[in-house]
Every structure is written in structure tokens, then in C-alpha cells.
């Protein structure tokens, strides 16, 4: 069990890891001050809750430190969705990417809140006002895009066009996800699905854009199987601790 | 009233020590030297975010990772009130973008110089806040009012940023022969341009005289650099660091460190746009405008959309 439920947190801090990661990139880069606050605050909240999740872990794991579970794993070992690794190809690509990881983190925090174990609660009462301020910030940008001149419109649908086929693998339940799920401790996908599907459907239709009729992309990044840009994330990210290892910052 | 009364009334309110508001009569001049000060040094804020913002996504640990992303925001928080403090004059923020991406308006020039290693994050906060402090330190009383209240809330957030920052190098300077050593290489590539921040020597500072009479300076550039010099070598014996000039040296009769000769023809290379990374920053700035634009457009289009729509609403 403990080990389901290590696995289980390296999920959940790994997606807002990888998340905050691709956020921090644009600090100092944003089209206006304001986003540039917004997006970089984002990102700060979502590292603070990374390090609740592995100092957690890094307990009940024992010898390891939120740091050498953040920085020294390999890279099969990563639990992160795939949607969060894709990268910054645009402001419209950066929300569309932030909207549809909030339509499913604010659900999953709503049941997490409720966990049997008291840890996992504690730290989703904490997140859970970010991620609705989060949330409230990528839906409106949805909307001003969407429903903004002809680029923008275009841009944001063929952002969503991009991201929505990966949304599915949030809802594919693993082994992990399914034993937490049956202890009490883990959310139960389904239903933060339907809370999902309703978020997006109704901000989508208000921002003018369509729900793409692709078919979703076959991934799995919750196991270990990443894309081809997760090995430079982690070459940035680990690059202090690996180059200058042993060492106290 | 003569123009020569309302300036001789608007400089007895300032010797008074009140403050001038944005819609209280002023020099033309006074206006245009606020709006040239307050924008440059808000152009500082937002360019001195890029040499710390490119190592964000390489911090050593998450601790340092949460320190380093609430310090560039902060910067980005201090950019905003800056700009609305200059807004207050009459210049629109876009027009003040417009002169920092065409290079007509300066920055502090300490951002042009590249951070190559993480002991220049520490050393960063260390030197470069701790030399903006003591200029905005004297700052908060300045004459203008936005600008001076503008400035202690700035304060406060960089003397914690000056605080984190030394507590960096401490940190490296007790850690391993390698750490230690990467902050004396950071402290000596950075220990020169820190004293160029204050200016040019106040025999070359043609706006001295006129700045302190309306308080925007209580001190000299050369009295505020004297001043850093001192508090810092404290600071690297402390942290048992060597500062790379081997003429500084404790002078009993003045009560102050005597220091070796500052190289101003480097000062006025990288001022004048030579510097080692000036066209970086400025293209780094220009692209993020150029690349947003579309996104500003959008988010007007939108709130037109919705004012129209409300405009029906009502209508009806």
C-alpha cells in the first residue's frame, strides 16, 4: 500500500511540476505584465504544492528529500500526464494547455479533499483556492481568445484541436489510481470526468470554439512513457543536481 | 500668477518637505525629469527580470526554485506600479514600451551583463538590490508623491530580496571548495558593474545639482557608492569573500574604505549599447510586444464584444 501510495503522489506532483516547469519558461516573457504576473504566480503556486506532495513522499519513502524525488529520478520514472510536458507554442497553446489541466484539477482536488488520508486532504484544502483562481484566469482567457479577432479565434481552436486528444489519458485509470480509489484515499476518475466534460463544453461554447471530432491520443505518461521533449525538461530541471551533485543550496 | 511665482511657490512647497501630487502645478522640466526617472527605473525592473528569469527553470533545489519565481514577480509587480506612477505625468504605458524597445530610453545597465552560473542569482540579489536599496532607500522621500510611496513598498520587498540573496552566497561560500569558488568568480565579475549602478563620478553628473534641489536625490552618486562599498565589504568578510580590488583599503582619517579606480570607459560602452548582452535584452523585450500583440488585440476585441453586448441588454 505504501507504495501505491508514493506512486500516487509522484502522479500528483509530478503533473504540477512539469506544469510549473513549462510555466516558468515564459517569466519575463509574457505578452503584457499582467499575464506575466498571472502566469509566473501560477507557476508558484503549483511548485508550492509540488513540494507538500514529495515532502510527503519523500516520508514515507524514507532516506530522500522533496529535492531528490523532484530532481534526481530517472526519466521513465516521471508520473506526469502528457498534456502538461507540451510546450509554449503560443499564448493560445500556454491556456488552452492551463484550461483544460484546471477543468480536471479542480475536481480532482474537490475529492481529494476528502481523502482518507489526512495528509492528501490537508494538501488539497490548501490547493484547492489556487486551483479555482487558476481555473477562473484560464476560462476567461479561453473566452478573450475565442471570442476575440479572427487570429486569436483560430489560434485558441487549433490549440484545442492540439491538446484535446490528450486530454483522455487523465481519465484512464492505472493500477495506482485504481487501488487509491478503492482505499478511500484517491479520486475516482469517472466522476471528476463528468465534471469535466461540462466545464469544457460550456466554456468552449462561450468562447465560440468547437470541441474537436479527432480521436484521442494513445499515451501514457502516468506510467513512465513520456515524449520526446520531457528528456530537455528534465536535462534543465536536473541540471544543478546532477552537474554539482551532493551539495546543500 | 508669473511662471516665475508658481515655480518659486512650487519650490517652497518642496523645500517645505510636501509632496508634489499629479495634479498639482510643475515645471515642465520637473515632469519630464519624473517621467525619464520613473520609467527607466521601471525599464529596469522589467529588463533586470530576464538575467534571473534564465535560471527560474534550473534552480538547485524547490525551495530555491518558489524563492526565485516570487522574486521575479516581484520585480514584475514593482514594473506596474512603476509604470503607474509615470502614467500619473501623462505618458501612456505603451508609449513608454515604445521607447524602451526602440532603445530611446535606458535601463539600468547592471542587466546587461550575462548570469552564467547560480552563484550570480545570489549574487544578484546580494549586490545589484543591495545597491538599489540605497538608492531607493533615499527615494521614498523624494518629492513627487506616487513616486516616493511607490518606493517604500519597493523597499521593503527588495531588502528581502538583498536578505535572500546574501543568504545565497552564505550558503555556497559554507558549502564545498567548488560552491565556494563560484561565488568568488560571481562576486568578481559583478563587484565593478555594482559600482557603476550609482553613475558617473559627480564631477561628470550633469543632473546632480537640479536633482537635489527637488529632493529626487538627498545624496551624490559618489556618497551613495562611498556608502555601499563600505557596507559590503562587511558583508564579503562575513561570508569570507575577497573583493576583487586590491586597492581597497580602511581609511582611519576619512572613516571610510578608499577604493581602487572604476573603469568608466566600460560604464559608458555598455550604457551606450555595447555591453556584453544589450541586444539580447532588447530583442528578448521586443519579442515578447511583437509575439503578444495578437493576444492585447484579442483581449480589446473582447471587451468591446462585451460592452456592445451589455450596451443591447440595456436596450431591450
Not at chain 2, 535606458?106 to 545597491?131: C, E, H, R
Amino acid at each position: 500500500m505504501k507504495d501505491k501510495l508514493y506512486e500516487y503522489l509522484l502522479m500528483l506532483g509530478d503533473n504540477s511540476m512539469i506544469l510549473g516547469h513549462r510555466l516558468s519558461e515564459l517569466c519575463g516573457h509574457g505578452p503584457s505584465l499582467e499575464t506575466d504576473i498571472a502566469l509566473t504566480n501560477i507557476s508558484l503556486d503549483l511548485f508550492g504544492q509540488v513540494r507538500s506532495y514529495f515532502q510527503y513522499a519523500a516520508e514515507l519513502k524514507g532516506e530522500a528529500t522533496e529535492d531528490s524525488i523532484a530532481f534526481l529520478r530517472f526519466d521513465r520514472d516521471y508520473r506526469n500526464v502528457i498534456l502538461v510536458e507540451q510546450p509554449n507554442t503560443d499564448f493560445a497553446h500556454v491556456i488552452g494547455r492551463q484550461f483544460l489541466f484546471d477543468a480536471f484539477h479542480l475536481p480532482l482536488l474537490e475529492q481529494l479533499m476528502k481523502s482518507n488520508d489526512e495528509m492528501i486532504a490537508a494538501i488539497a484544502a490548501k490547493s484547492i483556492k489556487e486551483s479555482r483562481y487558476h481555473l477562473r484566469f484560464s476560462s476567461s482567457w479561453v473566452k478573450r481568445l475565442g471570442d476575440g479577432t479572427e487570429e486569436s479565434h483560430n489560434r485558441m481552436q487549433e490549440a484545442i484541436n492540439h491538446l484535446y486528444p490528450l486530454v483522455s489519458e487523465l481519465f484512464r485509470e492505472t493500477e495506482t489510481e485504481k487501488g487509491m480509489k478503492e482505499l478511500g484515499i484517491g479520486a475516482d476518475l469517472e466522476l471528476i470526468k463528468e465534471s469535466f466534460d461540462e466545464k469544457v463544453k460550456t466554456i468552449l461554447s462561450e468562447a465560440t470554439l468547437e470541441i474537436p471530432a479527432v480521436p484521442s491520443r494513445q499515451t501514457n505518461g502516468k506510467t513512465g512513457i513520456h515524449t520526446e521533449q520531457m528528456g530537455f525538461i528534465l536535462a534543465e530541471l536536473q541540471y544543478m543536481q546532477r552537474a554539482y551533485p551532493n551539495m546543500q543550496w | 500668477m508669473k511662471i516665475e511665482d508658481l515655480e518659486k511657490k512650487f519650490q517652497d512647497r518642496i523645500d517645505a518637505g510636501e509632496k508634489i501630487e499629479p495634479k498639482d502645478w510643475m515645471p515642465e522640466k520637473y515632469r519630464k525629469t519624473h517621467i525619464r526617472q520613473i520609467s527607466q527605473h521601471a525599464h529596469s525592473e522589467i529588463v533586470g527580470m530576464l538575467p534571473e528569469g534564465n535560471w527560474v527553470t534550473r534552480t538547485p533545489t524547490l525551495r530555491r526554485k518558489v524563492g526565485l519565481l516570487a522574486k521575479v514577480q516581484d520585480e514584475a509587480g514593482h514594473g506596474l506600479y512603476l509604470y503607474s506612477a509615470a502614467e500619473t505625468l501623462g505618458i501612456s504605458r505603451d508609449e513608454m514600451f515604445r521607447q524602451l524597445h526602440t532603445g530611446k530610453a535606458k535601463y539600468s545597465s547592471i542587466f546587461n551583463y550575462p548570469t552564467m552560473t547560480w552563484a550570480d542569482i545570489g549574487t544578484i540579489g546580494w549586490l545589484v538590490d543591495g545597491a538599489a536599496i540605497i538608492n531607493q532607500v533615499m527615494l521614498t522621500r523624494t518629492s513627487f508623491g506616487p513616486y516616493a510611496r511607490a518606493m517604500v513598498r519597493i523597499c521593503k520587498e527588495e531588502s528581502f530580496h538583498q536578505r535572500q540573496g546574501f543568504e545565497m552566497i552564505l550558503t555556497l561560500c559554507n558549502g564545498t571548495a567548488i560552491q565556494k569558488e563560484m561565488a568568488q568568480d560571481a562576486l568578481n565579475r559583478w563587484w565593478w558593474p555594482s559600482l557603476m549602478m550609482f553613475g558617473p563620478r559627480d564631477e561628470e553628473s550633469p543632473n546632480t545639482e537640479q536633482s537635489v534641489k527637488w529632493k529626487i536625490k538627498r545624496k551624490t552618486n559618489d556618497e551613495l557608492r562611498q556608502q555601499f562599498i563600505d557596507i559590503t565589504v562587511e558583508q564579503a568578510k562575513v561570508a569570507g569573500l575577497t573583493i576583487p580590488d586590491p586597492d581597497l583599503k580602511w581609511n582611519e582619517e576619512r572613516g571610510h574604505h578608499d577604493f581602487g579606480a572604476i573603469d568608466w570607459s566600460e560604464f559608458w560602452r555598455v550604457v551606450k549599447g555595447n555591453g556584453p548582452l544589450n541586444k539580447e535584452r532588447l530583442k528578448a523585450r521586443n519579442d515578447a510586444w511583437d509575439n503578444g500583440e495578437w493576444v492585447r488585440d484579442a483581449a480589446m476585441a473582447h471587451s468591446e464584444k462585451q460592452a456592445q453586448k451589455e450596451e443591447l441588454k440595456k436596450a431591450v
